[in-house]
């Protein structure tokens, strides 16, 4: 068998281990459906009425948003699974079988895909029960915008999986995750319009990578004007991945070194 194939082998057999995890620990299931259902319920229904969007019912407008923050940070798993299993001594035990190295990684951030499609299943349902609707969308504009999401969360993945490895413990890996990135999140056309905020804020929610994505899927599923925000996000998706992607494999040489 070829290397190309043991490595594929090897990412397989890791990233069903991954998954396997869940059944055993359902509370890691969490992030990818309590946590996001209640933030559409606490701001539909809640804050919905204090915020105006302009030619959308607040829920059409919210849903984009929530579904890409939420597979943005999908990753958390990824980051609390490479602490513990560093803090364990699973990856020395990782470093003596005879198996790909890279597959350690590939295949949590391979399983971390299959979870994100968990959460899109959970958030569509509750948003179409809160009223969602793709509006004025082809079949090819609402699957470029699942692609779009799925892969802001593979990207997002190997950031967490950097974050995990440079942390000592899953506690540490979950505070540096939340303090570095939910504030983009809120910092963005996630939850409201950018034109609402004021100067300064405003400059830097139009330039944060989180209002582009956002603003391209809305694109994607609602009619709204695309100016250049869907190759944008594409490209911004593409530019985490190669940055973060590299560093995350050279972090875990070190640690499988030591």
């Known amino acids: 068998m070829s290397a ?22 359902p509370d890691l299931l969490i992030a990818y459906t309590i946590q996001p259902v ?31 923050q939420s597979l943005a940070f999908g990753g958390f798993v990824t980051a609390l699974g490479l602490a513990e299993d560093v803090k364990k001594g699973l990856i020395d035990r990782f470093r003596s079988l005879p198996m790909s190295r890279g597959a350690v990684l590939a295949g949590r ?28 969308s082809t079949v090819f504009e609402i699957v470029a915008g699942l692609v779009l999401c799925l892969f802001l969360g593979y990207a997002f993945s190997w950031i967490f999986a950097l974050i995990g490895l440079f942390s000592s413990s899953p506690e540490t890996a979950n505070a540096i995750g939340f303090t570095a990135i939910f504030p983009l999140t809120f910092a963005s056309s996630i939850f409201v319009p950018v034109e609402s905020m004021p100067d300064g804020l405003r400059q830097f929610a139009e330039a944060n990578p989180f209002t582009t994505i956002a603003d391209a899927v809305r694109s994607l599923w609602l009619g709204t004007p695309a100016h250049s925000d869907v190759w944008m996000a594409f490209v911004w998706c593409t530019v985490l991945t190669l940055v973060f992607a590299p560093l995350a494999i050279k972090r875990y040489r070190t640690v499988a070194a030591k």
């Open 4 to 25: 190309l194939a043991l490595s594929f082998s090897d990412t397989m057999v890791l990233a069903k281990r991954n998954l396997a995890r869940i059944p055993r620990q």
């Open 109 to 136: 951030t391979l399983s971390d895909i299959a979870l994100n499609c968990v959460s899109l299943v959970v958030l569509f349902a509750v948003g179409f029960l809160a009223g969602f609707n793709f509006i004025d």
């Open 38 to 68: 209640m933030f559409v319920l606490l701001f539909v229904y809640v804050f919905g009425g204090a915020i105006q969007t302009p030619g959308f019912d607040y829920v059409d407008f919210l849903m984009p948003g929530i579904i890409v």
